[in-house]
């Protein structure tokens, strides 16, 4: 499967929302990632259905949205409704967590689950058959810009081989501090949608820092001998 790359708008301009997602589409951006904070799961609030909605009416590519919330069962059905493609939920808050999956495939979007860092693998042994992607979190969720927690890279070879042994192809997700020199560490360790915020928006030009992402991203996939030196 090939790499995708999924801009997160939380550290773009929150005024001018259309024109950074015009601008990471033009960059080749695959999907539009878009962080849904309440203050109760994390520290930090942000955005809800309606800016997902109007989101929606002007972003070409499908919107993976990322749940950070304490109740996300409360809200997955107003997100769907409101455009997303993709919805991911953390295994943390969630006792019921093959209800939720299958309740964001009944609604007809992708089901993902999130681990944070301090949350094992085997978290995901009993729902590894089940889901449509992992996203495994690198840096501890609430806000852009915090540095890559190292640790991830070994997670992510973890959740491949524990969703290879599902017989599960969904792709591994990898969001948090993700630039263009660690990205290549992921990509090999078996990520394929890579998230980035603060490396695309906090670039100067979101357009170009999204094709670099992408080139550095499908670099790591390329042979050994096709690699540059
Ligand atoms: C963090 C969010 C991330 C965030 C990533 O809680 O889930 O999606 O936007 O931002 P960077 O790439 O700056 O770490
Ligand atoms: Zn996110």
């Not at 749940?67 to 107003?78: E, F, V």
């Not at 295994?91 to 999130?114: D, F, Q, S, W």
């Not at 693998?121 to 009993?126: K, P, R, Y």
Request: proline residues 7%; charged residues 20%; aromatic residues 4%.
């Amino acid at each position: 499967m090939s790499v995708l790359i999924a801009p997160s708008i939380l550290s773009a301009d929150f005024a001018a929302l259309g024109e950074a997602i015009a601008a990471v589409e033009r960059g080749g951006a695959d999907l539009i990632h878009v962080d849904v904070m309440d203050g109760h799961f994390v520290p930090n609030i942000t955005i809800g259905p309606p800016v997902v909605q109007s989101i929606k009416r002007v972003a070409v590519v499908p919107l993976d949205v990322h749940l950070m919330i304490t109740d996300p069962d409360r809200y997955i059905d107003a997100f769907v409704q409101a455009g997303a493609a993709m919805v991911s939920v953390h295994v943390e808050v969630l006792p019921h967590l093959n209800r939720t999956v299958h309740a964001i495939k009944a609604l007809g979007a992708k089901a993902g689950v999130v681990l944070n860092p301090a949350t094992p693998v085997g978290a995901l042994e009993e729902i590894a058959g089940d889901v449509d992607f992992v996203l495994v979190m690198s840096v501890n969720p609430g806000f852009g810009g915090q540095r890559f927690l190292p640790r991830s890279e070994v997670k992510v070879r973890a959740v491949r081989a524990l969703l290879d042994r599902a017989g599960n192809q969904a792709p591994v997700e990898i969001d948090g501090g993700i630039d263009c020199q660690n990205v290549g560490r992921v990509v090999l360790a078996g990520a394929r949608l890579i998230v980035a915020g603060s490396a695309i928006f906090h670039s100067g030009d979101p357009e170009r820092a999204t094709r670099e992402l992408r080139a550095a991203a499908v670099g790591a996939t390329a042979p050994p001998a096709a690699r540059p030196a």
